[in-house]
Structure formats: C-alpha cells, structure tokens
C-alpha cells in the first residue's frame, strides 16, 4: 500500500547551482522548506547565493569522505532532521566505448555517481527519520544495454541497485527510497551528451523540478521504486 504524504519541511540537495539541482532548490525555497545543497564552484554558490539568500551551501566535492563527513557533522551539531534528501549531482565522463575509457575516468565517474550518494546517505541516515524521502535522481540508460555511454551507464545501474538495496534494507520502520528518471530536459549535461540537439525540443529542467517534487509530495509510491517523471 501506498504510504503516508512526506513533509518537506527541511530538504538536502547535492548539485544544487545548475541544471535540475539548481530548480529544485529554488523550488523547494519557493515552498517554504529549508533547503541545503552541495557544490564545488564558487561562481555557481554565489549566483545561487543571490537568487536564493535563504539557501545554506556547503563548498565541496562530494567524492571526497572529507566533505560527505563534514556534512554529516554539521547536521549533527545543529540537530537538523532532514525530510528529504535528493542525490542529484552526477558526472557524466566522454561518450565513447568502454574500451576507449581511461581508468581514471571511469574511476571518477564511479565515484560522483555511486561512492558518492551511498557515503552521503550512509552518514546522514541518523539525520532521517521514518518519514524522510531519500530520491535518487538516474537516467533512461539503466533500462537497456546502450552502447558509448562508459561509465555513466554502468554507474546509473549500479546506483539504482544501491537505492533498491538501502530500501529494501530499511524496510518499512526506514526511511522511504524513490528512484527518479527524469527524461529528457535542458541542461549543460544533456547538451554534452547530445551535441546536435536542439535544446528548445527538450523540457526546461524547471518543469522536470515541478513534477518531482508533485510526486515526491504525493507519496503515492513504494519505497524502491522507480519512475518517470
């Protein structure tokens, strides 16, 4: 059965200054949350700075277990219970054949895309409560074998079988789990992976920002699950 509507009163989101990140925190400000993200350029923090005053920025790179540590602690020391934590920064690498990869290309892809997420949520698990929603933001690529995606297919496979795993590990009495593929929209990653697009022929990632927090707010889903928005 469909479990109980979330409240979103406090909300983390990593990747935060640009692209979807960047929408759904002036979203979930705009709604009154209080909102963290997570990000590692300055000239990004600034922008979002001024647009959104109200929003609290930890400078980092989520790769790091320095930065994912110093989160955790300062949650810790201010007694923040989160409602609602998003895994949306990603890295998508070259689009080539995985044989053409470099290791360390696909070591830093797998990292941002799976190390990261599951060392954030790891460490601020105590920060949850049953009725936080941990969303893990993937790709239409998990849904069949692709070729000249690398390491950012096998890290979005990896990265659902991580999110199924910590709900089905949860359980009921956990924190709910919902797996978001957000479709086509216009961003900088989109416009890497697909040069020859016309960006006007895919959804602004405002609108895909909107829908997500719709269906994360509606709570009709089971933790695990994963849909399309």
């Given at each position: 059965m469909p479990e109980s509507t979330p409240s979103l009163a406090?909300?983390?989101?990593?990747?935060?200054?640009?692209?979807l990140g960047r929408e759904l925190v002036l979203a979930?400000?705009?709604?009154?949350?209080r909102t963290w993200t997570?990000?590692?350029?300055?000239?990004?923090?600034?922008?979002?700075?001024?647009?959104?005053?109200?929003?609290?920025?930890?400078?980092?790179?989520?790769?790091?277990?320095?930065?994912?540590?110093?989160?955790?602690?300062?949650?810790?020391?201010?007694?923040?219970?989160?409602?609602?934590?998003?895994?949306?920064?990603?890295?998508?690498?070259?689009?080539?054949?995985l044989a053409q990869w470099?290791?360390?290309?696909?070591d830093a892809v797998m990292a941002a895309n799976v190390s990261a997420p599951f060392d954030l949520?790891?460490?601020?698990?105590?920060?949850?409560?049953?009725?936080?929603?941990?969303?893990?933001?993937s790709s239409?690529?998990?849904t069949a074998v692709r070729t000249d995606w690398g390491a950012y297919q096998v890290s979005k496979v990896a990265m659902e079988n991580l999110a199924e795993t910590f709900a089905k590990e949860l359980g009921a009495a956990g924190p709910r789990v919902l797996i978001v593929d957000p479709g086509?929209?216009?961003?900088?990653?989109?416009?890497?992976?697909?040069?020859?697009?016309?960006?006007i022929s895919v959804r602004p990632p405002s609108v895909v920002a909107e829908k997500m927090l719709t269906l994360v707010r509606g709570g009709g889903w089971k933790s695990g699950e994963r849909v399309v928005v």
């Open positions: 406090t909300a983390l989101v990593t990747g935060g200054t640009r692209g979930l400000d705009a709604a009154g949350a997570v990000a590692r350029r300055r000239r990004g923090i600034e922008a979002l700075g001024r647009d959104v005053p109200g929003v609290t920025v930890f400078q980092g790179d989520l790769t790091s277990r320095g930065t994912t540590a110093r989160i955790s602690r300062r949650f810790a020391k201010d007694g923040i219970s989160l409602d609602l934590l998003i895994h949306n920064a990603g890295l998508l690498g070259p689009r080539l054949p470099s290791r360390k290309d696909f949520t790891r460490r601020l698990l105590p920060r949850c409560h049953a009725g936080t929603v941990i969303v893990f933001v239409g690529v998990t086509s929209m216009r961003t900088a990653m989109r416009a890497a992976a697909y040069p020859d697009e016309e960006p």
